[in-house]
């Protein structure tokens, strides 16, 4: 293969969120321009908790779809404590959503309403296996007497493998993972686990949230860990391995909310995460692996079939520029070294 040319099938994004209203408008096009699909987070304010609010949710997004290639947003339900097993299973069966969500009430961005204890809604996830319809976890404690840099380790030991040995058959999704323990939890598990990875957790360790000053738009749930995990991220993301695939978490805020005393969480990558990826993949020799991350992983675990379009990307400069839609992508201000052709 060309080091300077790679074609692969056009990818989906397994994670990001797109907001609604401006934001919404603004965002979207840097996502559907380059994936196919992608799942949506539905941490919106109210949350996507009931299949009406999904429904319409989507229509909001076909709505605000540019002219461009074809985009098929894939929407998910946001659990709570008072979780419906029915209305999650009648979402799933009539389409209005493909999967749902586990957020541990308060662990980031717009979670108050969060699950407080996942045994509140052992009777929904139940329900879940019997269906096959994926959870999708935010993995992270929000105990306060856990360091912040440990709540990933600490819910794959609290959380998560005692779910799996209630629920074996429950097909999850650990969503941006960020260590090297949760790296081998994945591996060591069987077919039902898998993980998404962002694209700034493969560049960035902690040590960047604080070079020469603070950096808020650096800062992201889960936080970056250190060099160590980082290596072992880049170690599954280009193994090829299927239970790894791609899902950019790309969130934006506002520059005003990430530059202010309370800073909210957050990495806006949906402009230039594609290219980034391409960037780790070549760094690591590994540029034939990433069709298997970017566009085939994903769709195999989500029981969808590959996209049939191709993408192509040039190993070509491009500027990434200081503000796209009024938010801070992700590396602005630095060159990346490809681009979609
Ligand atoms: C996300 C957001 O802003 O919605 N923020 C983040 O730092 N990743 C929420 C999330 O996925 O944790
Ligand atoms: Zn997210």
Redesign the pocket.
Known sequence: MSRDVITIRRPDDWHV?LRDGDMLAGVLPYTSRVFARAIV?P?LSPPVTHVAAAVAYRERILAALPAGPNFTPLMTAYLTDATDPGEIARGYENGAWVAAKLYPAN????SAHGVTDIRKIDAVLARMTEIGMPLLM?GEVTDPTVDVFDREAVFLERVLAPLMVRLPSLRIVL??VTTRAAVKFVEDAGPNLAATITAHHLIINRNALFQGGLRPHLY??PVAKREEDRQALRRAATSGGAKFFLGT?S?P?PVKDKECDCG????FSAPNALEVYARVFDEENALDKLEAFASVNGAHFYRMPVNRETTTLVRREQDVPREVAMVRPFLAGEKLGWRIA
């Open positions: 969120h987070m941490n662990a980031t961005t717009n935010h969503e941006h992201c749930l978490d969130a805020h909210c969480a957050g990495i």
